[in-house]
């Protein structure tokens, strides 16, 4: 079956560095759309950054843009988010999401892996 488990999570103070990564497996990896999502207490949960297919492509949600950087190796099934100079605004639960295309398709999603920016 589809697995997502990701990883990298923690506690950093604001300017600070985290790379989160997202192993996957149980489906045709190169293939899928790979994405990270977030959610803070009390808000919706949000598209932070998407690769496409290839590698070539990715999307970023304007508040990340020039600070996230999404990437993928589909030799090793992984996707990897470096999040660099950290916000407090950053602080939330991080989902792995996969999706053969961005708005269609079976959604598969990891557990999530807590990200905490705080002083």
């Known amino acids: 079956q589809v697995q997502l488990v990701e990883s990298g999570g923690g506690l950093v103070q604001p300017g600070e560095s985290l790379r989160l990564s997202c192993a996957a497996s149980g489906f045709i990896f190169s293939n899928y759309v790979m994405s990270w999502y977030r959610q803070a207490p009390g808000k919706e949960r949000e598209l932070v950054a998407s690769?496409?297919?290839?590698?070539?492509?990715?999307n970023y949600v304007d508040s990340v843009k020039g600070r996230f950087t999404i990437s993928r190796d589909d030799a090793k099934f992984t996707v990897s988010l470096q999040m660099n100079s950290l916000k407090p605004e950053d602080t939330a639960r991080y989902y792995c999401?996969?999706?053969?295309?961005?708005?269609?398709?079976?959604?598969?999603w990891g557990q999530g892996t807590q990200v905490t920016i705080s002083s």
């Open positions: 999401h996969a999706r053969r295309t961005l708005y269609s398709g079976s959604r598969y």
């Open positions: 690769i496409f297919s290839g590698g070539s492509t990715a």
